[in-house]
T-cell receptor, first 117, second 117 residues
Framework: AQTVTQSQPEMSVQEAETVTLSCTYDTSESDYYLFWYKQPPSRQMILVIRQEAYKQQNATENRFSVNFQKAAKSFSLKISDSQLGDAAMYFCAYRSAWTGTASKLTFGTGTRLQVTL | DTGVSQDPRHKITKRGQNVTFRCDPISEHNRLYWYRQTLGQGPEFLTYFQNEAQLEKSRLLSDRFSAERPKGSFSTLEIQRTEQGDSAMYLC???????????????FGEGSRLTVL
């Protein structure tokens, strides 16, 4: 079974600064997808960024980028120019590429990000 | 609002009572998922539907839990004889599945929080 580990329960960053959230995972599969989801307080979880394991290039979405190290099974999220609205729980998630798993996501325990002035 | 909606948002019940949650997915989405999230944890997969068929259930889903998706539209999750350990946030998500789509994104609702006294 796949597992996802987020070793940072809480992180803090000053507005306009850069922060990196860590995620490691364990799998025996070679083809899969990795995601970062953001869950603001009392709001629904939304997708921040997605990485396909077969792609060597790291995904980027505006101020959000990932550092995907397949051999190390590491998938960190970098948030540049942090904004107050980035404050939320961030979950790393894994999904097998095998269609038989029905898009089932395995989540980490989350990192709570605080953004200070 | 064309997102995933869940009802009720909060439910407080006494141990032993039955509760039912409803999820209305994004209208064109053929897959619907239920996840459970306890405090300090990431969401855990419970079950999913493709159209009206329930295709997979987690071992987390005890006999007291039942989910339906009649006519492949909205879904209900019923918990019978609730226990204090059932207290959690129940998240619904939907996605559009097609073989040619890569990693169909899951769209989450805001969740239904259950407190069992």
């Amino acid at each position: 079974a796949q597992t996802v580990t987020q070793s940072q329960p809480e992180m803090s960053v000053q507005e306009a600064e850069t922060v990196t959230l860590s995620c490691t995972y364990d799998t025996s599969e070679s083809d899969y997808y990795l995601f970062w989801y953001k869950q603001p307080p009392s709001r629904q979880m939304i997708l921040v960024i997605r990485q396909e394991a077969y792609k060597q290039q790291n995904a980027t979405e505006n101020r959000f980028s990932v550092n995907f190290q397949k051999a190390a099974k590491s998938f960190s999220l970098k948030i540049s120019d942090s904004q107050l609205g980035d404050a939320a729980m961030y979950f790393c998630a894994y999904r097998s590429a095998w269609t038989g798993t029905a898009s089932k996501l395995t989540f980490g325990t989350g990192t709570r990000l605080q953004v200070t002035l | 609002d064309t997102g995933v909606s869940q009802d009720p948002r909060h439910k407080i019940t006494k141990r032993g009572q039955n509760v039912t949650f409803r999820c209305d997915p994004i209208s064109e989405h053929n897959r619907l998922y239920w996840y459970r999230q306890t405090l300090g944890q990431g969401p855990e997969f419970l079950t999913y539907f493709q159209n009206e068929a329930q295709l997979e259930k987690s071992r987390l889903l005890s006999d007291r839990f039942s989910a339906e998706r009649p006519k492949g539209s909205f879904s209900t999750l019923e918990i019978q004889r609730t226990e204090q350990g059932d207290s959690a946030m129940y998240l619904c998500a939907s996605s559009l599945f097609a073989p040619q789509l890569v990693a169909g994104e899951l769209f989450f609702g805001e969740g239904s929080r259950l407190t069992v006294l």
